[in-house]
């Protein structure tokens, strides 16, 4: 077996730079700019429209996005600290049957505790964001949070009166 073998370096594909107009597993998160092959980019994130070239218009209309988004984020923080302003502390009534030795027919929900707060304050929130530590069965006053947003949590008093 003698004979003259030829060993060749196989050059890699350039990089190119793209921003991600969608969460990729294995690259980032939608307006991520990132390196890739040129290859991968030309033939998959493009057609596929998962991501741009980043040009400098394209970096400029990001910039402009995230600038957007920022201030919208800093609004619906200052709506939300301004919610849970009005209602911090406040003491909201659910009037309910009640049964013998001041039991419930059923309980209180995050439902209906919604309902009191627009009822009450004229404030939407949300069932899912009223966090009840134990379940509402009895007479009594009970502490409830809710989660007006991700970094704002107001704390009211349900007060459970019969009907």
């Known amino acids: 077996m003698n004979g003259i073998y030829i060993i060749t370096k196989v050059k890699r594909g350039d990089l190119m730079k793209v921003i991600l107009k969608a969460d990729i597993k294995s690259l980032g998160v939608k307006g991520d700019v990132v390196n890739v092959s040129d290859g991968y980019a030309r033939n998959y994130l493009l057609p596929k429209n998962l991501a741009v070239e980043a040009t400098s218009g394209n970096l400029k209309e990001l910039k402009n996005l995230k600038k ?10 200052k709506k939300a600290k301004e919610t849970a302003q009005k209602i911090e502390g406040k003491t909201i ?20 505790i919604a309902e009191l707060l627009e009822k009450n304050f004229d404030i939407s929130i949300d069932k899912r964001k009223i966090e009840i530590k134990e379940a509402i069965k009895a ?14 949590v107001a704390k009211i008093m349900v007060q459970v009166v019969a009907e």
């Open 68 to 77: 957007k988004q920022e201030q919208k984020k800093e609004l619906e923080l």
């Open 93 to 112: 009534q659910a009037a309910t049957r009640v049964g013998d030795n001041g039991k419930l027919f059923g309980s209180i929900t995050n439902k209906e």
């Open 139 to 152: 007479l009594g006053t009970y502490p409830v949070t809710i989660r007006v947003h991700p970094q704002v």
